[in-house]
């Protein structure tokens, strides 16, 4: 079943309230808590981040670089979530994402297992009902669709 | 005055319905467009666009390379507009974008000068009420209040 675009909007933005970006302590600490509970899970996945391939969540924490990288991801999921509901610009956004993460040959499956890995972080949080997390779920398919669509397009590997 | 911020954003997303973001032949000449107008009547920027400092329209319209920087202009325009009910999301937006030109090394007075220049193109292509002017101006002190502190703040030429 397909949830109204407003609904979805309204239910991601809901479950995001407790990880705003932010250039205090605590958006700060919100971006870096991402990349914790990211190389603690999925220690396959550091390898895309160069020089960080052994890193722990300690070295997360530690590191200048995680907690400007930590805001650009939230930054990233905040905006998409309020661009859904125009079409236009929330492809456009999804291409440009796309575009900027070319040089890492990331595995194109793993655009959409973001959202396995977000929402596994939100849940973690302790801050995730069954319903935001199907909502999370039906963004990241369309989201998915389009870094497909775009990838093929520019005759990169995609699935 | 300073007028309601949902408001700003009805008003600008209004004047921004015929400059749309997209990969489509009128989407990928919005962008081309305003790089046009920018050319051509603020040769002295084209400093910024290395190896293109030179550039008319004509060869605006002619490279792949503004076409996919007209898209990025767009998509930045669209999503800042979407951004400022939501102080939060809208100010890391402003924080990211800063930190992206950094290394362009720009005149700090060309954060708030940028809407003068894309204001000047709406009104240009005839879709630009004073309305929508004031409330583009609005976002714009806004946003470059924004630009300056995090300037300031990282030590950085601002205003």
Excluded at 20 to 25: I, L, R
Excluded at 117 to 143: P, Y
Aim: glycine fraction near 6%; hydrophobic fraction near 40%.
């Amino acid at each position: 079943m397909t949830m109204d675009r407003q609904k979805v909007v309204d239910l991601c933005k809901a479950s995001l309230e407790d990880v705003m970006v932010g250039n205090d302590e605590k958006g700060v600490q919100n971006g870096k808590d991402f990349y914790k509970f990211f190389f603690t899970n999925y220690p396959d996945l550091r390898v895309y981040f160069k020089g960080a391939e052994k890193y722990t969540a300690d070295d997360v924490q530690k590191f200048c670089r995680f907690a400007k990288q930590g805001q650009r991801i939230l930054l990233s999921v905040h905006t998409v979530v309020r661009l859904y509901t125009d079409e236009a610009v929330f492809l456009g956004h999804i291409r440009e994402t796309v575009n900027r993460h070319r040089q890492y040959k990331m595995d194109p499956a793993l655009w959409l297992a973001f959202f396995t890995v977000f929402t596994g972080f939100l849940a973690d949080r302790g801050s995730l009902t069954d319903e935001q997390r199907a909502a999370w779920m039906q963004l990241g398919k369309d989201f998915d669709a389009e870094c497909q669509r775009h990838l093929k397009e520019n005759d990169l590997p995609h699935v």
